[in-house]
């Protein structure tokens, strides 16, 4: 008995309408491609933005692991 949501994130409403369940799983879904990307590519990231004087070149590491915790944490108290 769970009520449809009437928001959506398009120009026009999607043909098949997504379950809360559908819609949490591909949220998780995304939060994993966006955590395995950023550690792959963060570190190369970082690299070039301290290389253009970007940010700021103390921080001699960074910690994706942190960010991830965080990031989780987030999703957590999201549900």
Excluded at 9 to 36: A, G
Excluded at 43 to 72: A, G, H
Aim: aromatic letters at 10%; hydrophobic letters at 40%; a positive charge.
């Amino acid at each position: 008995n769970l009520k449809r949501r009437k928001i959506y994130h398009q120009l026009n409403k999607p043909l098949t309408i997504m379950t809360l369940k559908e819609e949490s799983r591909t949220v998780d879904l995304s939060y994993v491609l966006f955590t395995t990307l950023t550690a792959y590519f963060g570190p190369c990231l970082w690299n070039f933005l301290s290389r253009k004087n970007i940010v700021d070149k103390t921080v001699k590491q960074l910690d994706i692991y942190e960010m991830l915790k965080v990031m989780i944490a987030e999703r957590k108290n999201d549900l």
